[in-house]
């Protein structure tokens, strides 16, 4: 055991924040320079305070819903390492700010080999227990739904996920699109000022409108500049067609962004400046830069993994719709498998001068209460944002979310700042200034566009059962270690997703793909559960035939694009997958888990040999073989130790183990691409 604290745990905690909006601009708050406190004040002139109150996450049905439930699933004994792509050290080598969670901290430790879970103090309820129900036992989910009165089998799921309840939710804003505070404290108070009827962007991924309220200036006759922009960007193993929800991403920055310095609106200098900001996203600035942003922005400093004061993200999540692609807007007017539907909006606003690098890792207040509002939906994330969200109601409208919805966002989006000790801690290690979309934008003008998914075509010929289309964009490199982004998550995911899971779409074609008969060195097999011997040297044989299979470039068409059917499902499957969420929304569970399969994945399920550092329950007893994972033991020989009541269980991810025996342990992975180039 390395780890001391958990840096998972940390979300829910955070020090006395100065939260009024008014304050900070009078008090330049953080220590920030004069030139960021300027920003501030022209980043909301005038916009009325969010009022919110505390509220301690002990009063949650799952006091750690920032401990994903990806985070509580196996490893295969080691030959499955999501872990990765949250819990690294790479950006902190880069000096982009957040928190090594791989070793390099000792009283942080090591979260690709430990499930070292802390309770939030010596009586808090442990964090051990895994509470994300509709995940572990999808047959109760679908119980209660059915006592309810409904019969998902009965459900047209394609007309429900091709009608708009993003446009009646956006009625209700009120105030200027333009200000991200309509300063109206109702549930809408700060929904992101984006017109979808706006959408989709134009082919440079300015979003433009007709309407005059809806822009800061004028670009031509008729188009306003809304300010908002699309972002492009290569997705991790979350938010994809195959894992049943796909992203559109916008960005905006502050008015003075987007004029000269003389005052006037500029659509140059604004272009100019979300470049600069892309830069400093991806640790791409160089001295041909300069130091500061231009035109009426030019006081503010250009700094690697920091954006400016009012910085805005608009994340709508939607439904996968693999008819679609942005050529019918009948369907949808959105490309790569967006659904007209969404099942979420999300929204971040910078609202504080948080710079990570003035922070030290590790000190951590366990279990504070959270800021918020949970009639309006939003949360303070401790490190500078507001996090809002709004999500679907039982019949399918956009309502804002509880702080105990919105408890889970901060399992990527957040941190903890200490304001007697200032230090921080970053949730996962993978983000650059609470955010992941922009430093994994695809270069160049290929980048500011709509999300599409790798360029998503339909094809409109395709069976309900066969693969819906094709991508047009290879695999992404990912800088660090110059090879494709994608590749390196099927080598050492051999999965889908952060759950590690295998769909039945994606099994099948490699079932197809890899045989002897095409010169690999064994068929693809299927998981032997039958014990835990034969089920680890299954999956142990997937993954080497998975590392023949990349090494051939077999990920990818002859074209170079990436392989579809890794990546886009067949109709009936996303329809089906579409099925499993409406039951979480007809039973407004989101709080239970909103990542719904089609039966209990095999790597929630115990599965580990005597000579495998085996671990039972709480209580003492053992698990039986395929059991589902409720819980992990923690340690408990005595209470002044400072590990008490802390997980005790390892990930049998091996930092010993070399790469040629299948070693998938990987503690500088860092999320920047090189963009320009793909495998």
């Not at 047209?156 to 105030?175: C, H, K, M, S, V």
């Not at 188009?223 to 992203?247: D, E, K, L, Q």
């Not at 982004?485 to 999965?495: I, M, S």
């Amino acid at each position: 055991m390395t780890t001391l604290f958990s840096t998972r745990v940390f979300l829910a905690s955070f020090g006395s924040l100065a939260l009024v909006v008014a304050i900070f601009l009078q008090s330049g708050c953080n220590g920030g320079s004069d030139a960021d406190r300027i920003t501030t004040a022209v980043a909301s002139p005038g916009s009325a305070a969010l009022v919110g109150d505390r509220i301690s996450p002990l009063a949650f049905s799952n006091p750690y819903a920032h401990i994903p439930a990806q985070c509580h699933i196996e490893t295969s004994a080691g030959t499955q390492n999501a872990c990765q792509y949250c819990h690294n050290n790479g950006l902190y080598l880069e000096g982009m700010g957040n928190n090594p969670q791989a070793g390099l901290a000792g009283n942080i430790g090591n979260l690709q080999t430990d499930y070292s879970f802390a309770p939030y103090d010596a009586t808090a309820p442990l964090a051990t227990v895994n509470r994300w129900e509709n995940t572990l036992f999808p047959e109760k989910l679908l119980s209660r739904v059915k006592a309810l009165g409904h019969d998902p089998a009965t459900w047209n799921i394609q007309a429900l996920i091709r009608e708009d309840n993003w446009t009646p939710a956006y009625a209700q804003r009120g105030g200027k699109p333009t200000d991200w505070n309509t300063g109206v404290p109702n549930p809408w108070q700060i929904f992101p000022g984006l017109d979808p009827a706006d959408l989709p962007a134009h082919s440079d991924g300015f979003v433009r409108s007709t309407k005059a309220a809806n822009g800061y200036f004028k670009d031509g006759d008729t188009a306003w500049i809304t300010g908002w922009r699309a972002i492009n960007f290569m997705p991790y193993g979350i938010f994809t067609p195959m894992t049943g929800s796909v992203s559109g991403i916008y960005v905006r920055l502050p008015k003075a962004f987007m004029q000269g310095d003389d005052g006037s609106y500029d659509l140059a200098i604004y272009r100019a400046n979300l470049d600069l900001l892309e830069k400093l996203a991806q640790d791409r600035l160089s001295p041909a830069d300069g130091q500061y942003f231009v035109g009426a922005a030019k006081a503010v400093t250009l700094e690697k993994g920091v954006y400016p004061v009012g910085t805005e993200f608009a994340h709508p999540l939607h439904y996968v719709d693999v008819a679609t692609d942005g050529t019918d807007a009948a369907i949808s007017p959105f490309p790569g498998t967006r659904a007209r539907r969404v099942k979420e909006i999300r929204y971040m606003y910078k609202w504080q001068d948080f710079r990570h690098t003035q922070f030290r890792p590790g000190d951590k207040e366990e279990g504070k209460s959270i800021y918020g509002n949970d009639q309006q939906g939003w949360i303070d994330n401790g490190a500078g944002w507001y996090l809002a969200g709004w999500i679907e109601d039982a019949a399918g409208k956009l309502r804002p979310q509880k702080r105990e919805e919105m408890m889970q966002c901060l399992g990527c989006h957040s941190a903890v700042r200490r304001t007697e000790n200032p230090s921080f801690t970053s949730g996962t290690g993978n983000t650059v200034d609470s955010t992941w979309a922009l430093p994994r934008k695809l270069a160049g003008n290929a980048g500011w566009q709509e999300m599409n998914y790798l360029g998503y075509r339909a094809d409109r010929t395709a069976t309900p059962e066969s693969t819906p289309g094709h991508a047009t964009l290879g695999d992404p490199f990912n800088r660090r270690m110059a090879k494709g982004e994608f590749r390196h998550f099927l080598e050492t995911v051999v999965g889908a997703s952060l759950f590690g899971d295998m769909p039945a779409a994606m099994d099948r074609h490699f079932a197809t793909a890899i045989t002897r008969f095409r010169g690999y060195s064994a068929d693809w097999p299927g998981l032997n559960t039958t014990n835990a011997t034969a089920f680890q040297a299954s999956q142990k044989s997937r993954q080497k035939l998975m590392r023949e299979f990349t090494a051939r470039r077999a990920h990818l068409r002859a074209d170079g694009s990436i392989e579809a059917a890794l990546v886009f499902p067949p109709a009936n499957d996303a329809q089906a997958g579409a099925r499993r969420y409406r039951q979480v929304v007809v039973s407004q569970s989101y709080h239970q888990g909103k990542d719904v399969f089609p039966e209990t994945p095999v790597t929630v399920r115990y599965f580990r040999r005597t000579t495998d550092k085996p671990f039972g329950k709480l209580d003492g007893s053992a698990y039986a073989l395929g059991e589902v994972i409720t819980e992990r033991p923690v340690h408990t020989d005595s209470p002044a130790s400072i590990d008490y009541r802390l997980g005790s269980a390892l990930t049998l991810i091996d930092p010993d183990v070399p790469v040629l025996d299948g070693a998938t342990y990987n503690p500088d992975y860092s999320p920047l691409l090189d963009s320009t180039r793909f495998e």
